[in-house]
Each structure stands twice: as structure tokens, then as C-alpha cells.
């Protein structure tokens, strides 16, 4: 089986369908759109031209920032969660996935994948923030994210 191959391509030198079709997949996942047709509308291309390229084109977002993936080991008490939500909402992290495990020994452990974005903190400056919050126990950086 041929392993899928993909390009990075400036929308300069392409037909502007492809941006009209990220367009119409935007307005539908945000829930501007009710259907596929009226996506493909409301972008000014046909729904043929949507369903032929959906599965296809994508919007490259590897320079809009950086993905960290931390393990956070918290004291099991009300309010540390979120502090810990807040701070990295204040430190400009747009939180991306929350595996939350079942509270043990009155401690719970939380993993995140946090987008940096363009924010301008480093890894260790966030995490030695989040370290400072009352009821984090540790943060650990787990290898996998972007940079």
C-alpha cells in the first residue's frame, strides 16, 4: 500500500478553490454553515468542487505556534484544576486535549497538549509557572510535541 504524500504549497501559485474549500470547512465546523451546500455557498464554490477536495486540503497551522505536551500530577482538591486551566489561559496556551485519570492517593494526574501559539513563552518559562499554582505537585514535558 502507497503511503500517502503530502505538499506544502503557497495558495499564490494555486486556483483559489482550495482556500474556498478550507473556507467552507471552517464555516461548518464553527456552525456558520448548516450543511456542506451552504458552506460551499457562503465560499463561492460549488458542492461538487467542496466534496471532490474536502478529504484532501488542509490549512497548515505548524507556524501559528508551538504544542507542548505536559503531565501534570495535582493535589486532589477543588479549584487546583482550574487554576491550572487559568494560568495557562494567561500565559496565552490555547488548551488542545485534557486526559484526566481518575483521582488516587488524593492526587490526580492530568495530561495536556497545550498550543503555545504565538505567545512568546518558552516550555520551561510555562511550566515553571504552572509549577508555582498551590496543589501542583509536578509538571513533567512528555517528548512528541511540535517545536
Same mark, same amino acid.
Given at each position: 500500500?502507497?503511503?500517502?504524500?503530502?505538499?506544502?504549497?503557497? /495558495?499564490? *501559485?494555486?486556483? /483559489?478553490?482550495?482556500?474556498?474549500?478550507?473556507? $467552507? %470547512?471552517?464555516?461548518?465546523? &464553527?456552525?456558520?454553515? $448548516?450543511?456542506?451546500?451552504?458552506?460551499? #455557498?457562503?465560499?463561492?464554490?460549488?458542492?461538487? $468542487?467542496?466534496? %471532490?477536495?474536502?478529504?484532501? *486540503?488542509? #490549512?497548515?497551522? +505548524?507556524?501559528?505556534?508551538?504544542?507542548?505536551?505536559?503531565?501534570? =500530577?495535582?493535589?486532589?482538591?477543588?479549584?487546583?484544576?482550574?487554576?491550572?486551566? $487559568?494560568? =495557562?489561559?494567561?500565559?496565552?496556551?490555547?488548551?488542545?486535549? *485534557?486526559?484526566?485519570? =481518575? /483521582?488516587?492517593? &488524593? @492526587?490526580?494526574? *492530568? &495530561?495536556?497538549?497545550?498550543? @503555545?501559539?504565538?505567545? +512568546?513563552?518558552? /516550555?520551561?518559562?510555562?511550566?515553571?509557572?504552572?509549577? #508555582?499554582?498551590?496543589?501542583?505537585?509536578?509538571?513533567? %514535558?512528555?517528548?512528541?510535541? %511540535?517545536?
Amino acid at each position: 500500500m502507497e503511503k500517502d504524500r503530502y505538499l506544502l504549497i503557497s /495558495p499564490k *501559485v494555486l486556483p /483559489p478553490v482550495f482556500e474556498n474549500v478550507i473556507l $467552507a %470547512k471552517e464555516l461548518l465546523a &464553527s456552525g456558520k454553515a $448548516a450543511s456542506a451546500a451552504q458552506a460551499a #455557498k457562503l465560499a463561492g464554490i460549488s458542492r461538487s $468542487a467542496f466534496y %471532490k477536495y474536502k478529504d484532501f *486540503v488542509f #490549512k497548515y497551522s +505548524g507556524t501559528a505556534g508551538n504544542t507542548l505536551n505536559i503531565n501534570a =500530577l495535582l493535589s486532589d482538591r477543588a479549584g487546583v484544576f482550574s487554576a491550572l486551566t $487559568a494560568e =495557562l489561559y494567561s500565559c496565552g496556551a490555547n488548551i488542545i486535549t *485534557v486526559t484526566q485519570g =481518575l /483521582p488516587e492517593n &488524593s @492526587t490526580a494526574n *492530568v &495530561s495536556l497538549t497545550v498550543s @503555545t501559539g504565538e505567545s +512568546g513563552i518558552s /516550555p520551561d518559562e510555562l511550566i515553571g509557572r504552572l509549577l #508555582k499554582i498551590d496543589g501542583v505537585i509536578s509538571i513533567k %514535558k512528555i517528548d512528541g510535541g %511540535k517545536q
